[in-house]
């Protein structure tokens, strides 16, 4: 049998907060024939059947629960086998230390910007470091929220198209700091 992709919006009225959960069809799967296993009713199975997709809905929605992360709204979550596989990343040989990115930004060298701010609706912590000797500038970007971060490179061609010059030829100070912020966002 196969199963659909769901898909759950939860609203908290007194926060104005909206929390998507999208469950993947091997999870939908795996839910209902865990539970018709465990509890013997093979009729649980009838649910997977096109016509029946509001009562699939019903079910697997008994199946989620609230969790409260840490200065964080609310977040809907469905516990399955595949539900907490994070990406533990490429194992590199060459590197001395396996820090993390975002711990590896607080002694780096070369920094000239670390700020709290908005992207893509997202609150997220931003360091710039200027890439060796060159104009070239290494953004790292720290979502604290699920303890994540990347790292993107902006060529110094890149930083003529976007600000008509390199973020270097801007002054030290105020002036660098908002063409930084402003070629982030």
Not at 85 to 102: F, L, N, Q, S
């Amino acid at each position: 049998p196969t199963a659909p992709c769901l898909r759950f919006v939860g609203y908290d009225p007194k926060s104005g907060h909206k929390s998507l959960l999208i469950v993947p069809s091997v999870a939908v799967l795996e839910v209902v024939t865990t539970a018709s296993q465990a509890v013997g009713q093979h009729e649980l199975m009838d649910l997977l059947d096109p016509t029946k997709r509001a009562d699939l809905a019903k079910f697997v929605c008994s199946r989620l629960h609230l969790e409260f992360p840490r200065n964080a709204p609310p977040e809907l979550v469905l516990d399955w086998s595949g539900a907490n596989i994070g990406y533990i990343g490429k194992v590199d040989a060459g590197k001395k230390t396996m820090r993390p990115p975002e711990e590896r930004t607080l002694k780096r060298e070369g920094r000239i910007l670390r700020t709290s701010m908005v992207l893509s609706q997202l609150q997220v912590l931003v360091s710039a470091f200027r890439q060796g000797s060159s104009n070239d500038l290494m953004v790292n970007v720290y979502y604290p929220r699920i303890q994540e971060a990347t790292e993107l490179l902006i060529s110094a061609n890149r930083q003529e198209t976007c600000l008509g010059r390199s973020v270097f030829d801007f002054d030290e100070g105020e002036p660098r700091t908002t063409a930084v912020e402003w070629l982030c966002r």
